[in-house]
């Protein structure tokens, strides 16, 4: 099938999506578990918590584009108008959300090591997360307050809306087009390339050495290389899809008239679109999982199935519980054991 003259990439499409699911999804609910184990409140706690079920639903959703790229672009799981609105909806959600949550831990962990002795409130993190996140809960949404749904669109393989279907001005159109795409993807990389920048700076200088003991000083560090990594990996998987959308943004703003962009169509645009789309959320919801179970020893240990069962039991048993505490079943055989040997 074809888009004009373009030839959609169904098998990539399909590959892609089959590796979003299967391998980013199990990774990222394993992380997801890890962090929810941790007795630890901090702020990077919630934010690691945050990415990990944001990239999680990302990979899930994986399933959608999967099938119906298999298939050729069959609607499948997109037939149900039910399914197809709320994987249209998650998708417009997590994707701005996901880049959004990595630009505040940057931003977070600059102030950090620009002013150690500065501590972060708690709901300086989570009041622009919650913000942001009803925004974009209202912007997903949008649609259906001007009598417009979702729809599949084959071609893209994903379900969307059209801004030209909404009765308002041309002004209008542009406006919307520009704070949708580019504005809440092009802020975020800013905010963390200049954050991941300020951030090698201080490390290389080694201004990290404070009062602290030396163990509190190597765990900042290595918590601030993570940071770094994932900033590499945001940058790296979303500079092009950004650099597209700009181009996209002159060329709708202008009406294509602005000339090196006269011989560039809608349907190139949006089709090198879609595919940086699939590839950057595929590898950035991936890759953030890869990072933490690389850069965690207590992760990696987790991950053996023997310590996470023993690892949820516990937590299970501590939840299950009464406050005051009752006996655990290890403290119950050891009194077992000792009035044994006593009669004995």
């Known amino acids: 099938m074809s888009t004009g003259n373009i030839s959609v990439p169904y098998g990539l499409y399909t590959g892609l999506s089959t590796t979003q699911f299967l391998l ?15 007795k ?3 702020n990077s706690r919630f934010l690691y918590l945050c990415i990990n079920g944001v990239d999680a639903a990302i990979c899930c959703l994986g399933i959608f584009t999967a099938l119906s790229s298999f298939y050729d672009g069959a609607e499948m799981l997109f037939g149900s108008e039910i399914l197809c609105a709320l994987q249209g909806m998650l998708s417009n959600i997590t994707q701005r959300l996901s880049v959004f949550l990595i630009a505040v831990l940057s931003i977070s962990r600059t102030i950090s090591l620009a002013c150690p002795l500065k501590h972060i409130p708690r709901h300086s993190i989570t009041l622009p997360v919650f913000v942001y996140t009803v925004l974009l809960v209202f912007q997903a949404t949008m649609p259906y307050w001007f009598g417009v749904g979702y729809k599949y669109m084959p071609s893209f393989i994903y379900c969307g809306w059209s801004i030209f279907d909404l009765a308002i001005s041309a002004t209008a159109h542009k406006i919307i087009f520009v704070f949708l795409l580019p504005f809440q993807f092009l802020l975020p990389l800013i905010a963390v390339l200049v954050s991941g ?12 050495v404070l009062t602290r ?3 509190a000083n190597k765990r900042k560090r290595q918590g601030t290389m993570t940071v770094v990594l994932l900033t590499a990996a945001y940058a790296i998987f979303n500079i092009p899809f950004c650099a597209v959308m700009i181009i996209h943004s002159i060329q709708f703003i202008s009406d294509g008239k602005i ?5 560039i169509t809608p349907s190139e645009i949006i089709m090198m679109g879609t595919l940086l789309t699939n590839y950057t959320v595929v590898g950035n919801s991936i890759t953030n999982a890869v990072i933490y179970i690389c850069r965690i020893k207590k992760l990696r240990h987790f991950s053996r199935l023997n310590v996470f069962i023993s690892t949820i039991r516990t937590r299970v048993q501590n939840r299950v519980q009464p406050a005051g505490g009752s006996t655990t079943i290890e403290n119950i055989s050891l009194q077992e054991r000792t009035l044994s040997s006593a009669r004995h």
Do not use: E, H, W
Request: one cysteine or more.
């Open 24 to 38: 980013g999804t199990p990774l990222n609910l394993l992380c997801l578990i890890y962090f929810l184990t941790k």
């Open 40 to 42: 630890k409140r901090s």
């Open 197 to 208: 920048g300020l951030t090698c700076v201080k490390m290389l200088g080694g201004s990290q």
């Open 213 to 215: 003991a030396d163990d």
């Open 259 to 263: 000339d090196g962009f006269k011989d």
